[in-house]
């Protein structure tokens, strides 16, 4: 099981609490390893549509090719699914309800929640409402 920050012995990308604070910006540290939520609408991704891959911005590991992403009007980048086993889901019963929180395999960093049965017209029927600020973007012509 993983601490409050992520860190656990099965991510084969953890870094110490003072590690991820001298690799990540303030606010990456608040979101990625504080499950912190940038404000919706001001995320660099939110609107951004190139052919490529998202990656974890705190460890590089891709999450989610950009075949997945679709606008979903919520204010984050969404995508109907990850690359296979790069994503683990956790049950989240803060905020006074339960939530499918989401989280990068490699480091266990807090990208968003998953969310299901919203009628988007996905093959999943399921909407990953991630936060920019945790996603790095690599072009990728291939990724269309």
Known sequence: MSNSNGNADNHPKAKSESEWRTVLSPEQFRVLRQK???????????????????????????????????????????????????????????????????????????LGHVFQGEGFPTPTDERHCVNSISLKFHDDPEQK
Do not use: M
């Not at 891959?53 to 891709?62: K, L």
């Not at 109907?80 to 049950?91: L, S, T, Y």
């Open 36 to 110: 912190g939520t940038e404000p919706a609408f001001s995320g660099e991704y939110d609107k951004f549509n190139q052919p490529g891959v998202y990656c974890c911005a705190g460890c590089g590991t891709p999450l989610y090719k950009s075949s997945t992403k679709f606008n979903s009007g919520c204010g984050w980048p969404a995508f109907f699914d990850a690359i296979p086993g790069a994503v683990k889901r956790h049950e989240d019963r803060s905020w006074g309800t339960t939530r499918i929180e989401i989280t990068c395999a490699a480091c266990g960093g807090h």
